[in-house]
């Protein structure tokens, strides 16, 4: 096996995520860190495929080849999914790549053979002119850094054989900081939950609940006091419709995007049918307020989504909210709650940060904040990610939001 080459982390020209801006705006403007030229660009990118060595074994062999799974590793994918050394997440499911396929994706259930052996599913498109993207939600399922050096080598002889691929797109859910492999490069963040906060659920309700922060648990005790009352309710087309439409108030106070309702009626549809999700309200004199779609898949439990109605008003209804739901969770087996998104730690204090709001509600509850590396991008073709990092990803995100109203990833 070739010797390891590990990187620090380094953000490396991020691009805007999200629906694009208006034309002419600084939101329009990729962020970008400094502008090389092509050949010095080309001198910066890390060799996609290694060669092959003097003596001993090839630059390229790895303990771990890449392969597609058998008919027989499908049909079990999940349980095998859980199995990674990570615990698996909801983002490397069948149902997650079915809601994916209906948004133009190609899923590809992939294995990792090696030691340990990896699953690992991957979402594929088409790029026009440069050949396919190959991205891997929350995964590959590794608990481990130092695992990473295999599976780049393996994505690297894979490509070899399968030219069409210019890109693998990861996302492992490392701590920040890790070394990574050397032709790993750090982009901007698919997924928001780099920075978080998770719960442990694994004590007694009790000591849970004796865990939060004082304001946490302050809230929790306002709340009940004023009647606020929770609720869970089934996923109806009424309840999506109701969830919607507290989703749109909350996208329209704080200004940020939302994807359109059959989106979403056939994410939280299809979660709450296969038993990976569920809806849970909070209601002020019989009215909803507050509204929570939390997922699950094995002992994980994600707060998805939630909402709320200026109506909620200072009655701390979505602490007691979110500790219910804890409760519930806890009962169905979930040993940790993802809280999904907070500011990094040393922007929690930070006003100005736009995830201010988020990041001190949810401190109520812990103020131990999990950073994980993030998006890192492996390219294996050096034109085509280069045509892609320099204008491709700004087309294929503009024309995938102006034609389809919809996020590209």
């Known amino acids: 096996m070739p010797e390891s080459t590990t990187q620090p982390v380094d953000w490396h020209r991020p691009s805007n995520r999200g629906f694009p801006a208006a034309p002419g705006s600084s939101m329009s403007q990729s962020v970008r860190s400094s502008q090389p030229t092509r050949t010095r660009f080309f001198a910066q990118l890390p060799s996609p495929v290694p060669q092959r060595r003097r003596f001993g074994p090839p630059a390229w062999w790895s303990i771990m080849r890449l392969r597609s799974a058998t008919p027989e590793e499908v049909a079990r994918w999940d349980t095998l999914v859980l199995g990674n050394p990570g615990g698996g997440d909801l983002l490397q499911s069948t149902f997650f ?52 050096d295999a599976i780049a080598d393996a994505n690297a002889d894979y490509a070899r054989d399968h030219r069409e691929v210019f890109l693998f797109k990861l996302e492992p859910e490392v701590p920040a900081g890790s070394p990574l492999p050397s032709s790993f490069i750090a982009v901007q963040p698919v997924q928001p939950n780099v920075h978080t906060i998770i719960v442990d659920l694994a004590p007694d309700e009790e000591e849970i609940f004796a865990s939060f922060r004082q304001r946490g648990r302050r809230s929790v005790r306002k709340a009940e006091k004023q009647g606020i009352t929770v609720e869970g309710r089934p996923a ?58 939390v997922t699950r898949f094995g002992t994980k439990g994600l707060y998805k989504d939630g909402a709320s109605s200026q109506a909620i008003g200072n009655t701390g209804a979505p602490y007691l909210l979110q500790w219910e739901v804890m409760k519930h969770l806890k009962s169905v087996g979930v040993t940790s709650y993802d809280l999904h998104t907070t500011p990094p730690p040393e922007a929690m204090e930070d006003k100005d940060h736009p995830s201010y709001g988020l990041g001190q509600f949810k401190s109520g509850f812990s103020n131990e904040i999990v950073s994980f590396v993030g998006t890192v991008d492996q390219p294996v073709r ?28």
């Not at 280069?386 to 102006?402: D, F, K, Q």
Request: glycine share 10%; proline share 4%.
């Open 97 to 148: 790549a079915e809601q994916k396929r209906a948004n133009g994706w190609v899923p590809r259930f992939m294995v990792y053979d090696g030691e340990p052996r990896i699953h690992a599913l991957f979402l594929v498109k088409k790029v026009y002119g440069l050949g396919q993207l190959w991205y891997c939600p929350k995964g590959p399922g590794v608990d481990d850094a130092g695992i990473l």
């Open 236 to 293: 109806t087309a009424e309840t999506m419709e109701l969830m919607y439409d507290l989703y749109r108030e909350t996208a329209e106070r704080g200004g940020f995007y939302l994807r359109d309702l059959d989106y979403y009626r056939h994410f939280w549809s299809s979660a709450a049918e296969r038993g990976f999700g569920s809806f849970h309200f909070a209601l002020r004199d019989d009215e909803p307020v507050a509204g929570i779609f």
């Open 382 to 409: 050096k034109l085509p990610y280069y045509l892609w990092e320099r204008i491709g990803e700004r087309v294929a995100l503009s024309l995938s939001y102006r034609l389809r109203h919809r996020l590209f990833f």
